[in-house]
């Protein structure tokens, strides 16, 4: 990628790159899966400490990372435009996984909705933020998305139960719990290929954006 391409990307994208703001969502996703998959009954008359703790250790964290790489990198003003398609993108996402979400409770099927929609949704972001920049970068996007497309077929091509081999109680759960892994490397690499390409500024923040 030459110059022009990376710094065109790297301000386009800048925000997505702060990888490390997904971390915190990736540990919660974790640990409420294995709080759930320790759960026996129905929710009525749990203990909720566990998760209650994990969101708010998650917001803690959420505030340090913003804080951290607003004085390492400073911040990029963002467009209109970039924001209601980003908003627009999120929307769409969140209303198909909750619909992809309801229907593999719902009919149980041989294969996981939401899987699929998680994967075609990292297609679509990996489509969006590479649009201006042709070449290989952060190709954990499309690596992604095929680990997740082939897990939630895993049933229809015969390996049934195959959570169960990892400790988990149901495919749902084995799902969930694999896009929390996921968000956790692909975010640490995100911020990996962020400080590889734009070393953190020495000068003092005044918190202006750029």
């Not at 994208?13 to 997904?22: I, K, W, Y």
């Not at 969101?55 to 990029?76: N, P, Q, S």
């Not at 990292?122 to 649009?131: E, F, G, Q, S």
């Not at 195959?162 to 995100?190: D, E, N, P, R, Y």
């Amino acid at each position: 990628m030459n110059d022009i391409k990376k710094i065109r990307f790297v301000a386009t994208n800048f925000s997505n790159l702060q990888g490390l703001r997904s971390v915190p969502l990736g540990l919660c996703i974790v640990l409420i899966c294995l709080w759930g998959n320790g759960q026996d009954g129905p929710a009525i008359g749990k203990d909720f400490l566990v998760p209650v703790a994990g969101i708010v250790g998650m917001l803690i964290l959420l505030f340090a990372i913003d804080r951290y790489y607003l004085h390492a990198f400073g911040r990029v003003q963002r467009t209109p435009e970039s924001r209601r398609l980003e908003w627009l993108i999120s929307i769409v996402g969140g209303i198909l996984a909750l619909g992809a979400f309801w229907l593999d409770v719902t009919i149980k099927l041989p294969v996981s909705l939401l899987g699929l929609v998680f994967a075609a949704g990292l297609l679509a972001d990996y489509i969006r933020i590479t649009w201006l920049v042709k070449g290989r970068v952060l190709l954990y996007y499309p690596l992604g998305a095929i680990m997740m497309a082939g897990m939630s077929i895993l049933p229809l091509l015969g390996f049934l139960n195959w959570w169960q081999a990892c400790g988990l109680k149901s495919q749902m759960l084995g799902i969930i719990m694999t896009v929390g892994v996921f968000t956790i490397i692909a975010s640490i690499w995100g911020h990996i290929f962020l400080v590889c390409t734009l070393p953190a500024r020495t000068e003092k923040n005044n918190d202006h954006p750029i």
